[in-house]
């Protein structure tokens, strides 16, 4: 089972900064495997990025997925104050089996 | 637009069964596979399996594999998961969440429903 990674565990920046996210899996992944959710507290997830690097329907562009093999990318080109949330990366594996990243937390420093 | 909306709160003693329902509007029930996925108190996110909302065919986690059932009604579109010997541990918010279109990611989830597991 391909097991997930993500870093940092928490992302203290202010509203207009860069984020990058990292999430790297022990094994290859096939790009059309991986995804990236944004979930705040109370909510249930929200699907950002499919394939690696396509926004979902209705996702603004200042978020971008990137990244192949074992190393993918979230970038949040300028933070904006409803953007402090929890993110995780998702892969589609074998057997039909999903698994999710342990997160990263962006909060204001 | 696509919505699943699912049953409320529950509380349940150690080693009993909990039932929590998914109904669906906004599209073809039978067209997706439903999954569900569920979030104990500060952890991460953990799959537990899907249904063929179609023909019923369903796959499960190895870890839920002994304890979990995924069924549904065609005629409700509505998705159920039950969870049986419930421990301590199991206390946690489910989710349902719909396959997307490209098959490999979750694109609507419900809202979830939190299941307490408490003597």
């Known amino acids: 089972e391909i097991v997930l990674t993500q870093s940092p565990g928490t992302l203290s920046l202010s509203p207009g900064e860069r984020a990058t996210l990292s999430c790297r899996a022990s094994?290859?992944?096939?790009?059309?495997?991986l995804a990236w959710y944004q979930q705040k507290p109370g909510q249930a997830p929200r699907l950002l990025i499919y394939?690696?690097?396509s926004r979902a329907t209705g996702i603004p562009d200042r978020f971008s997925g990137s990244g192949s093999g074992t190393d993918f990318t979230l970038t949040i080109s300028r933070l904006e104050p409803e953007d402090f949330a929890v993110y995780y990366c998702?892969?589609?594996?074998?057997?039909?089996?999903?698994?999710f990243g342990p997160g990263t937390k962006v909060d204001t420093k | 637009q696509v919505q699943l909306v699912q049953s409320g709160a529950e509380v349940r003693k150690p080693g009993a069964s909990v039932r929590v329902s998914c109904k669906a509007s906004?599209?073809?029930?039978?067209?997706?596979?439903m999954h569900w996925v569920r979030q104990a108190p500060g952890q991460r996110l953990e799959w537990m399996g899907w249904?063929?909302?179609?023909?019923?065919?369903?796959k499960y986690s190895q870890k839920f594999q002994d304890r979990v059932t995924i069924t549904r009604d065609k005629s409700a579109s509505t998705a159920y998961m039950e969870l049986s010997s419930l421990r301590s541990e199991d206390t946690a918010v489910y989710y349902c969440?719909?396959?997307?279109?490209?098959?490999?990611?979750?694109?609507?989830w419900g809202q979830g429903t939190l299941v307490t597991v408490s003597s």
């Open positions: 969440a719909r396959l997307g279109a490209q098959g490999r990611n979750l694109d609507y």
């Open positions: 906004g599209y073809t029930f039978t067209s997706y596979d």
């Open positions: 249904i063929n909302a179609g023909n019923g065919g369903t």
């Open positions: 094994q290859s992944v096939g790009s059309s495997s």
């Open positions: 394939g690696a690097s």
């Open positions: 998702q892969q589609y594996g074998s057997s039909s089996i999903f698994t």
